[in-house]
């Protein structure tokens, strides 16, 4: 297949998809309860390990994604279709988790748990997704890992944080962020930047430690 | 070559290939030349693969069944529609709430029903509202006296009462009285506010005999409260 070929169908898939979402958009503002469950299906995955990412705690984060869902329900009329249904989830996912630490905060409850958020399914789950020939010390090193880089997200700022995660976990584009978040493309890239070094420094202390 | 401060600040930007043609060669030539922006590139770099690599967290329950289970308790129909719909329309999470709050409600009519045979009923209390007081008086009338003041001048009186000989019996008690001046002159009430009210009676009849110059506001005749304290006062002839 020719590059321009690829090119070609690619467009067509991607106005597919607009034209799927803004029909399931559409659906559900008519009330449809199905359209809406298949609209969370869609994305309950996204929200939910963006929102595990930003807060650092699994059940948090179960919270806060059926809270989102429940917001995207009751303001759903007021999408205007100006950015995708995505980035428009993303925005709500990323101010409630800003709300809902702040309200820690407050409250002196502030508390990050990457290492005990890994129950034993999640990781059961995390060796699932893993290389079939991975040995139990690769799966062991790779867990580390795991634990390593959201502990290390951790003590970023929230700001930074999300960021950070919607650039290289969520793979939007610098203005895409900027959307998100309602802020200008250069000071998401100005954070990036600064969010990219405080993680190398924060993974390489780690690495020197051990 | 470019600094070595000013080749980490575009580090980011190098990654993400926002760099021109030239800015990027020259972040790059420096990248190879020094080793110490070399190492910094390469744990950067390490550092966003990792977090691009980690593997995505999911949920262990599904959200849109919690979710769905929250939008139908918020958009379901409230009142005897709740109550009178069919079973087997009925979500398993609310049936059970509705037996224990049932039992409650049960338990309640009977205590209150028990309690109300074993003791006497309170006697009904009777409520009146404030239009039972009936319309307030005119100020100035015998109902709604005035009190002295800049406006209102004083009555004086014309037949005092013969109170000499009472004032005599009376002995070394005080009495607070309030006589109400009528519009007319005559005493509308007489009212005994401290002081023995046996010894005062007499007294107090006496005083409802007087008759006043009525008291005055803005010239017409109005009712009036006076206040008096009367007490015997023995007056001797100097010794010479």
Request: with cysteine.
């Amino acid at each position: 297949m020719a590059a321009g070929e690829f090119a070609l169908r690619s467009a067509e898939a991607l106005a597919g998809g607009a034209s799927l979402e803004h029909g399931l958009v559409e659906q559900c503002r008519r009330g449809d309860a199905q359209a809406f469950a298949r609209l969370v299906a869609l994305h309950e995955g996204m929200v939910f390990n963006l929102a595990a990412r930003l807060l650092g705690d699994p059940e948090e984060a179960r919270d806060a994604a059926q809270e989102v869902f429940l917001q995207v329900y009751r303001t759903l009329g007021r999408f205007e279709g100006r950015s995708t249904l995505k980035t428009w989830i993303y925005r709500i996912v990323v101010n409630h988790c800003r709300n809902r630490q702040r309200w820690w905060r407050r409250r002196r409850k502030d508390r990050s748990c990457p290492i005990d958020a890994l129950t034993p399914a999640d990781e059961a789950r995390l060796a699932e997704h893993g290389p079939r020939a991975e040995g139990p010390e690769e799966r062991l090193e790779r867990r580390e890992r795991a634990r390593a880089v959201q502990s290390a997200l951790l003590q970023l700022s929230f700001e930074h944080r999300a960021v950070l995660l919607l650039r290289e976990v969520e793979g939007l584009s610098c203005e895409e962020i900027a959307g998100t978040l309602s802020i200008a493309e250069g000071t998401v890239k100005s954070r990036l930047s600064r969010a990219r070094d405080a993680l190398r420094g924060s993974l390489a202390g780690r690495q020197e430690l051990q | 070559m470019i600094a070595c401060m000013r080749a980490r600040r575009q580090l980011s930007a190098y990654m993400d290939g926002n760099l021109e043609a030239r800015p990027a060669r020259r972040v790059a030539l420096h990248l190879d030349a020094c080793p110490a922006c070399g190492a910094r590139w390469r744990s950067l770099r390490s550092a966003v693969a990792m977090l691009a690599e980690a593997p995505r967290l999911e949920c262990r329950d599904l959200i849109s069944t919690r979710v769905g289970d929250r939008l139908e308790v918020e958009t379901r129909s409230a009142g005897l529609a709740l109550i009178l719909r069919p079973t087997w329309k009925a979500r398993p999470l609310i049936f059970p709430s509705l037996i224990p709050a049932a039992a409650v409600l049960v338990v309640v009519l009977g205590l209150a029903f028990v309690l109300d045979r074993d003791h006497d009923p309170l006697p009904a209390v009777v409520t009146r509202g404030a239009e039972s007081w009936g319309p307030t008086a005119a100020s100035g009338t015998e109902s709604n006296p005035l009190f002295l003041s800049a406006e209102v001048s004083a009555p004086r009186v014309r037949t005092a009462a013969p109170i000499n000989d009472l004032l005599a019996a009376l002995g070394e008690e005080s009495l607070f009285v309030e006589t109400v001046v009528a519009r007319d002159g005559s005493v509308s009430t007489v009212t005994l506010l401290g002081g023995d009210s046996l010894q005062a009676g007499p007294l107090l009849e006496a005083l409802r005999h007087e008759r006043f110059e009525p008291g005055r506001r803005h010239g017409r005749p109005v009712a009036v409260s006076l206040y008096r304290l009367i007490s015997r006062t023995d007056v001797h002839a100097p010794v010479t």
